[in-house]
């Protein structure tokens, strides 16, 4: 028995080192998964609002004789949003940059249609139009919400597969940020 004390030994510490690195591999997946959880939130949060913005053109074009050029400029605005999709499994950093530059435009297009809207106070006291504009408040709210833990859940992520000796063990990719797009800390500013 004691002959074999020295190899039980050793299997022993390699047992505890394997269900270790598991343990590692394990929760390093468990970050990821929560950071392709909170993606799906902010994607969820953007499709709220492109479905919202359908209905909000309908009841403008059905109260108002109304500028084409701003309806047509949201809507394509709208369609090229809803093209640009990130993989939550494989963010970088360029996709996100592209995600938010067509959001960021349907933003712009949506700023100019509820300006121009100013002109019509028939439709200002439509209640559908005002029930869709709160609800466009709301899910505005909603997508700072997601976006902000999204960015939590990144943080957590980054700063488990990047610290050591997860670093040693792990081969998961740093996920970028959700950041502003650039001019964001600027006043918007809105002409009548």
Do not use: H
């Amino acid at each position: 028995m004691r002959k074999f004390l020295p190899w039980i030994i050793v299997a022993g510490i390699v047992i505890i080192i394997v269900i270790w690195a598991m343990g590692i591999q394990n929760k390093a997946l468990g970050y990821s998964q929560a950071v392709g959880k909170e993606w799906g939130n902010v994607d969820a949060a953007y499709q709220r609002r492109n479905d919202l913005i359908g209905n909000l053109v309908n009841t403008v074009k059905g109260a108002a004789d109304f500028e084409k050029t701003t309806l047509t400029a949201v809507i394509e605005a709208r369609s090229k949003a809803t093209s640009v999709t990130v993989d939550p499994t494989n963010i970088t950093p360029e996709q996100l940059i592209k995600f938010q530059q067509a959001q960021s435009g349907l933003s712009s297009s949506l700023s100019r249609l509820l300006v121009n809207v100013e002109r019509y106070p028939e439709l200002k006291a439509n209640s559908n139009f005002l029930k869709l504009q709160d609800e466009l408040a709301s899910t505005e709210n909603q997508i700072l919400t997601a976006r902000t833990r999204f960015n939590e859940s990144v943080q957590a992520y980054n700063g488990y597969v990047l610290a050591v000796p997860q670093k040693w063990f792990l081969s998961y990719p740093e996920k970028p940020f959700f950041k502003s797009v650039e001019g964001a800390d600027k006043p918007v500013e809105v002409k009548f």
